[in-house]
Nanobody, 115 residues
Framework: VQLVESGGGLVQTGGSLRLSCAASGFTFRSYAMTWYRQAPGKERELVAGISSGGGTPNYADSVKGRFTISRDNTKNTVYLQMNSLKPEDTAVYYC?????????WGQGTQVTVSS
């Protein structure tokens, strides 16, 4: 299993970024996918999740209405569109898949929102 995140960077408050997570080594279309983030000095937290077929996404209250999770099962990729970014969104963002009761993580991509 391999997960590779990309798309992070430095953006001003109110800006947008689109994160991607390219998956390989497993049958991507069969598994739910999730995005997490970890800010300095804080625990890793769930940001958004999406089912294997792309329906019923769920979001942390802190990002509802601003972030959108989606997936393209033809490209084995899950996305996180982040709009109206705030300084408190600054974190390393990770995608994760749970397969056979094991969690697999990507290396993360840094998102920094300047005020």
């Amino acid at each position: 299993v391999q997960l590779v995140e990309s798309g992070g960077g430095l953006v001003q408050t109110g800006g947008s970024l689109r994160l991607s997570c390219a998956a390989s080594g497993f049958t991507f279309r069969s598994y739910a996918m999730t995005w997490y983030r970890q800010a300095p000095g804080k625990e890793r937290e769930l940001v958004a999740g999406i089912s294997s077929g792309g329906g019923t996404p769920n979001y942390a209250d802190s990002v509802k209405g601003r972030f959108t999770i989606s997936r393209d099962n033809t490209k084995n990729t899950v996305y996180l569109q982040m709009n109206s970014l705030k300084p408190e969104d600054t974190a390393v963002y990770y995608c994760k898949v749970r397969r056979n009761w094991l969690d697999y993580w990507g290396q993360g991509t840094q998102v920094t929102v300047s005020s």
